[in-house]
């Protein structure tokens, strides 16, 4: 599983829309489709931002391992 796979299931288990993660996140509804399709990655500051806001860790979220 990619880190946009990632990124988006835990999105949709916690039933947040794109758009509430990108205001969270402050990036564009864009921005974060493009993370969850794996075109773009979320820069590091924006991977710690995520795993705290998604209820998750840095290492889960960037690398899938536990």
């Known amino acids: 599983m990619s880190i ?3 990124i988006s299931k835990l999105r949709v288990e916690q039933n947040i829309s794109q758009n509430q993660l990108a ?3 402050e990036v564009s509804r864009q921005a974060v489709s493009k993370w969850e399709n794996d075109l ?3 820069d ?3 991977i710690i931002k995520l795993a705290e806001f998604l209820g998750t860790d ?3 979220l960037s690398t899938g391992r536990v």
């Open 4 to 6: 946009g796979e990632r």
């Open 40 to 42: 773009s990655t979320p």
């Open 23 to 25: 205001k969270a996140m």
């Open 44 to 46: 590091p500051l924006k």
């Open 58 to 60: 840095v290492e889960y």
